[in-house]
């Protein structure tokens, strides 16, 4: 049985000229950090994935979004105004931090927008373990790093020297040792996780402590 | 009254075709084989595969033209993408969520068809509970399909289904007991039990409903009970929510039966991955571990996809590896094809039609050596088949075995027919037996 429910616009941020927040109404949705969530217009049966980027004790609910000019939908949700109504279903996935996965080192992996999915572990739950690496093309695409500790942020640049590493993900990961307890989240692109899949397996690391929510 | 019903896609949709089949006959409508006679035309339709889809075009424009001359009323339910619907709703003149089922004589009704059923109030909530309390309309008398659960959250990257039959939900359990208890009595000797995703059943009900080794517990228990002999298979589970506990109960009652269809899809984590299947290929191997020792003389069918979006030569070299591992007895096997709705239908199909068929040649050709390796383990062994047919072949009789092997014997007595015999198995195929009937 098909249950959408309405959700409001309540305002678009935009982030960079392509790459924007969506926040809407919560609507009593109840879900898991890590979830995504299925979203659509009204009066249109066309229904896109997308992560939750706000935190669970957040009143609203938030997506984050990169506009895709040849996409169908990303650039419509772009153009939505506070007042207008969106379709949602969900929450579905087990992309999850378990309770045994919070006492454990954790990295955090990401391409592009592949980081919304970690700002709503960081704003849900209370923890420092991580270290999050995200690789973009360029510095500026900083998406709200305020929200986690500087510390813990790794933004890889691969078009310009503006982010603290000037490589891919890929590159930076390749001499990186993690602990041997350490759970591994991947999320973007495939070829990013395909690359870091490989390399960590290659490393030993067990496939079940590799975790990976692929977007396209 | 005459009607007309074709069913499209897979064993849910013909499950749910049962259950439609009984709405309409206790309408007054007597079922025909030929659709020219039908009053009442429909179609189960299949969103998932384009094939069965291009199926429902030509039948419905088909109907379209012989209403000029007759007057006739077509309708379409069944596994439906929200793109279709739209189209469809052009084109039949009724289109009915399967949920919806319970309130068809007053759709008819409304339509301006009069029933002896669409005389009574009808419900006023349409609820999946209410559908499945119809009891459906078995086209055999000693093979059921029971469904438990509907819709999927799964959300592989592949597959439509999540969009078209929506959320999961699982029937009471009780009321599948009671149906399954129903089949007993009446002597049906296979019973399948079916969902998307059959051991997630009770997941959506949180601790309210019984959870899936639970549930074939007391299916085992009512073959204790009934002191009957019949099998009872459940088709497809996930490996994502494949616990031991239910090969344990499958192992406990003779009534559910050796055999274990285990989708795998593709022998490569990173594809996996990319079909977002949720589980890793050492998961899979473990769950195949644990039957081999809990159920040793069980059956392992599976599903296959071949060059999906991006799959390289190794990572389908690992799926090769894996039928060679995990020998299965049968695989349904497919070539990718973008499913519209699917996450996937929006990744490059990057897969030459070549390629994907040179994949499917050589996995089947695989699959081949190792089934026939199995089976040849059931050489000279007696095993228990329930006879299903007459075989194309005259003078021989088809079943199946417990472990599903087609298995044919000569035979000139059609009282066999939905009843258990004994065959000594004299040749072993690849993907069946033959065998001689031993004396009752
Ligand atoms: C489980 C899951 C979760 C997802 N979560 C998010 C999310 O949180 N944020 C998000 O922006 N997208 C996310 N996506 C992708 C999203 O569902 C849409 O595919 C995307 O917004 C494009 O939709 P569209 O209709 O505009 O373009 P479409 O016409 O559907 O696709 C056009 C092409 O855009 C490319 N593309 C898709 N997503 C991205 C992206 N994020 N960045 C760059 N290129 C892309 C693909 O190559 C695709 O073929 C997710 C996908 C999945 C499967
Ligand atoms: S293939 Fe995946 S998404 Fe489709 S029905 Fe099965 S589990 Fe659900």
Redesign the pocket.
């Known amino acids: 049985m098909h249950s959408y429910q309405k959700h409001t616009v309540i305002s678009v941020r935009n982030l960079t000229d392509t790459?924007y927040v969506l926040r809407m109404t919560r609507e009593e949705l109840e879900f898991s950090p890590g979830q995504?969530i299925?979203v659509g217009l009204l009066n249109n049966v066309?229904m896109?994935?997308?992560?939750?980027?706000s935190g669970v004790k957040d009143d609203y609910l938030e997506?984050?979004?990169?506009?895709?000019p040849?996409?169908?939908?990303?650039?419509?949700?772009h153009q939505l105004s506070p007042g207008d109504e969106v379709r949602i279903e969900g929450p579905?996935?087990y992309?999850l931090l378990s309770e045994e996965h919070l006492s454990k080192p954790l990295h955090f992996i990401a391409?592009?927008?592949?980081i919304?999915?970690f700002h709503c572990f960081v704003r849900s739950h209370d923890i420092d373990t991580y270290t999050l690496v995200h690789g973009v093309s360029y510095g500026h695409e900083q998406y709200e790093y305020e929200d986690y500790s500087r510390k813990n942020i790794i933004q890889c640049t691969s078009r310009d020297t503006g982010g603290n590493q000037h490589m891919r993900v890929t590159a930076y990961m390749k001499n990186k040792e993690l602990e041997h307890n350490a759970e591994v989240f991947l999320?973007?692109?495939s070829a990013m996780i395909y690359d870091i899949f490989d390399l960590l397996t290659a490393k030993e690391k067990p496939s079940e402590h590799i975790h990976a929510?692929?977007?396209? | 009254m005459t009607y007309f019903l074709l069913h499209l896609g897979c064993q849910m949709n013909q499950s749910d075709a049962e259950r439609v089949r009984s709405v309409i006959e206790s309408m007054g409508y007597r079922s025909v084989d030929r659709e020219e006679e039908a009053d009442l035309l429909g179609i189960m339709a299949c969103s998932v595969r384009q094939k069965a889809i291009d199926r429902v075009y030509a039948r419905i424009h088909k109907w379209n033209q012989w209403k000029k001359n007759k007057s006739i009323i077509t309708f379409v339910s069944g596994c439906i993408l929200p793109a279709d619907k739209t189209s469809f709703l052009k084109l039949f003149d009724l289109l009915f969520g399967i949920e919806d089922l319970p309130q068809l004589p007053t759709i008819l009704r409304q339509y301006g068809v009069p029933s002896q059923l669409s005389q009574t109030t009808p419900n006023d909530t349409s609820s999946t509970d209410s559908y499945w309390n119809i009891e459906p309309s078995y086209t055999s008398s000693f093979e059921a399909y029971v469904s438990i659960q509907n819709g999927c959250d799964k959300?592989c990257?592949f597959c439509a289904v999540p969009y078209t039959r929506g959320r999961e939900v699982s029937r009471p359990s009780q009321e599948i007991l009671d149906e399954i208890e129903t089949l007993v009595e009446k002597e049906y000797k296979s019973i399948t039990v079916l969902g998307q995703n059959v051991n997630s059943y009770g997941f959506d009900k949180r601790s309210s409903e019984m959870k899936f080794a639970e549930l074939l517990h007391n299916i085992g228990e009512i073959g204790v009970r009934s002191k009957k002999e019949f099998w009872v298979y459940f088709t497809s589970p996930h490996p994502h929510d494949m616990y031991k506990d239910v090969l344990e109960v499958v192992s406990s009652y003779p009534v559910l039966a050796n055999n274990i269809h285990l989708p795998i899809q593709s022998g490569d984590d990173k594809i996996l991955i990319k079909m977002?299947r949720n589980y890793r290929i050492a998961a899979y191997e473990k769950i195949v571990n644990d039957i081999r020792t809990l159920l040793p003389s069980a059956t392992l069918f599976t599903d296959i996809i071949v060059g999906f979006t991006g799959e390289n030569e190794a990572q389908f070299n690992n799926t090769l590896k894996a039928i060679r591992k995990y020998r299965y007895n049968m695989a349904y096997i497919a070539q990718y094809s973008p499913r519209p709705g699917a996450?996937s239908y929006?990744?490059?199909d990057d897969i030459t039609t070549e390629v994907k068929s040179s994949r499917f040649h050589a996995a089947t050709n695989v699959l081949k050596e190792v089934a026939l390796e199995e089976n040849k383990k059931f050489l000279n062994e007696i095993q228990r088949v329930l006879v299903y047919k007459k075989a194309r072949r005259d003078g021989f009789y088809e079943g199946k075995t417990e472990g599903r092997v087609p298995i044919q014997f000569p035979s000139d007595n059609e009282a066999l027919i939905g009843t258990f015999v004994d065959v000594h198995v004299t040749e072993a195929r690849s993907f069946s037996f033959a065998g001689e009937l031993c004396a009752p």
């Open positions: 790459v995504f299925t066309h896109r994935e997308y992560s939750i980027y997506i984050l979004v990169k506009d895709i040849q996409g169908y939908l990303s650039s419509k949700l579905f996935g992309f391409t592009g927008t592949g919304s999915p999320c973007g692109n929510e692929v977007y396209f | 959300f990257t977002n996450a929006r990744w490059e």
